[in-house]
């Protein structure tokens, strides 16, 4: 057991001198219509060089989101990292399985149950796919020595024997291991449960003991598990076996949501895909077709601010909820929590059937996201529309979509993977 200390580098990405002073009440700020110009500031002056982006504009737009949306994240903590299990012979002898406690100074009591599972045929260190799943580690193989985490209960309400290996196929990880790449993943619940109550009580630990509630630009669920991210990221980086210069970031859904936020924050973080994200993630916060137009029920065909914050109030900020019913009134939309990832390449991954997440609306964000990567990294998005189904996409902002519902599967991963070898450096 030993302790290991965030690396400064991080820490001066998330503490710039730029940020902005005192910050309107959200129900002050003025109603833009159509998404806000990503590389016009706060003040209302063009960025229109490389460096005023990654000085000027990156820091507010991160105190902005943090702000209006997710709420601040924490400060890094120290950890103790102890090797619980070691399987060298994992997967029939391709890989080698490793379990994994980062045990955390703060929140106190709490720690990070990581799954690494890395080939063991290959003569360097090997990228890594990170990814934030829903239902423990014991359910991404039928391993029956997996660890059960403190606290498991199955999102579903699967016991525990039926749990085990029940996402082998929405995880892919022997095509993973097979085409080279190494697999990291966490449970989302280890530190903050998907629970309204039960992560209140966790987010109250992060405040001062008199403050009860959460204040309206608190830390909230999706910020913590973003947060989370990056203690599996300082860990991994100190990993012989490990590439450090090759780290993909993936999860679905809410999972999704909070990969693309850890990318925005992090830039050890190579490449983000976001699988089925939505409202709140990769999908336009204000109105569009998909969100204005009616199903048979009366509901939107897509999630709107309003719903999501209604059905998961844990999720963002006290402050997001002041734009359920104005969310022309923010002063960003999904595409700028894109634009922080430049030039690091982003893949938005879709299905037909998953109109809640308003498929057609991602690629719109990949649009005006493209602006900001043509500056930055000199290309972008390489389309003007989205792609055939089941046709990847893969320029830096790549897009996927194929037939099918709102869930990760073998296909996703065979386009996930084409993705990596393309834009991870030396794969």
């Known amino acids: 057991m030993f302790r290991r200390f965030l690396p400064a580098a991080l820490l001066?990405?998330?503490?710039?001198?730029?940020?902005?002073?005192?910050?309107?009440?959200?129900?002050?700020?003025?109603?833009?219509?159509?998404?806000?110009?990503?590389l016009v500031a706060f003040n209302g002056q063009r960025v229109t060089t490389r460096e005023g982006w990654v000085k000027q504009r990156v820091p507010e737009l991160r105190q902005l989101f943090q702000h209006y949306e997710y709420g601040a994240l924490p400060p890094p903590s120290k950890f103790e990292v102890k090797l619980v299990r070691e399987d060298k012979a994992a997967l029939g002898g391709k890989a080698t399985?490793?379990?994994?406690?980062?045990?955390?100074?703060?929140?106190?009591?709490?720690?990070?149950?990581?799954?690494?599972i890395v080939p063991n045929k290959r003569t360097q260190p090997a990228p890594v796919f990170l990814g934030l799943n829903f239902n423990g580690n014991l359910a991404l193989l039928p391993d029956p020595l997996i660890a059960v985490p403190a606290g498991w209960r199955?999102?579903?309400?699967?016991?525990?024997?039926?749990?085990?290996?029940?996402?082998?196929?929405?995880?892919?990880?022997?095509?993973?291991?097979?085409?080279?790449?190494?697999?990291?993943?966490?449970?989302?619940?280890?530190?903050?449960?998907?629970?309204?109550?039960?992560?209140?009580?966790?987010?109250?630990?992060?405040?001062?003991?008199?403050?009860?509630?959460?204040?309206p630009a608190d830390t909230a669920t999706i910020a913590m598990w973003a947060w989370c991210f990056h203690r599996a990221v300082d860990f991994l980086v100190t990993e012989p076996a490990i590439d450090a210069r090759r780290i993909a970031v993936v999860g679905h859904s809410r999972n999704?949501?909070?990969?693309?936020?850890?990318?925005?924050?992090?830039?050890?973080?190579?490449?983000?895909?976001?699988?089925?994200?939505?409202?709140?993630?990769?999908?336009?916060?204000?109105?569009?077709p998909d969100l204005t137009k009616l199903n048979e029920k009366g509901r939107p065909t897509a999630e709107t601010v309003a719903v999501i914050n209604k059905s998961f109030p844990h999720w963002f900020c006290g402050n997001f909820q002041a734009f359920n019913e104005a969310p022309e009134k923010l002063p960003f939309d999904q595409h700028a929590l894109i634009a922080l990832c430049a030039p690091r390449p982003i893949l938005l991954s879709n299905a037909t059937e998953d109109l809640w997440a308003n498929p057609a609306g991602q690629f719109e964000m990949l649009r005006a996201a493209d602006p900001v990567y043509r500056l930055v990294a000199g290309d972008g998005l390489g389309?003007?529309?989205?792609?055939?189904?089941?046709?990847?996409?893969?320029?830096?902002?790549?897009?996927?979509?194929?037939?099918?519902?709102?869930?990760?599967?073998?296909?996703?991963?065979?386009?996930?993977?084409?993705?990596?070898?393309?834009?991870?450096?030396?794969?």
């Open 12 to 38: 001066a990405t998330m503490t710039s001198a730029h940020a902005l002073t005192a910050l309107p009440e959200p129900e002050a700020l003025p109603a833009q219509a159509a998404p806000p110009d990503p």
């Open 97 to 116: 399985l490793r379990e994994i406690t980062l045990a955390l100074a703060r929140p106190a009591g709490a720690q990070i149950n990581l799954l690494l």
């Open 154 to 215: 199955h999102n579903k309400g699967l016991a525990l024997e039926q749990a085990r290996g029940s996402e082998v196929e929405k995880w892919s990880i022997e095509a993973v291991i097979d085409r080279g790449y190494a697999m990291a993943s966490f449970w989302n619940g280890d530190v903050v449960p998907d629970d309204r109550e039960a992560a209140e009580a966790v987010l109250r630990k992060l405040r001062p003991a008199a403050a009860v509630e959460r204040g």
């Open 256 to 288: 999704g949501k909070t990969a693309l936020l850890a990318a925005a924050f992090d830039e050890r973080i190579a490449l983000a895909i976001p699988s089925q994200a939505g409202c709140g993630g990769t999908a336009p916060c204000r109105p569009t």
């Open 383 to 427: 389309a003007t529309e989205m792609p055939e189904l089941g046709k990847l996409l893969p320029s830096r902002l790549g897009y996927f979509i194929r037939p099918g519902k709102h869930l990760m599967a073998p296909e996703d991963w065979a386009a996930w993977l084409d993705y990596a070898d393309r834009w991870l450096p030396g794969k």
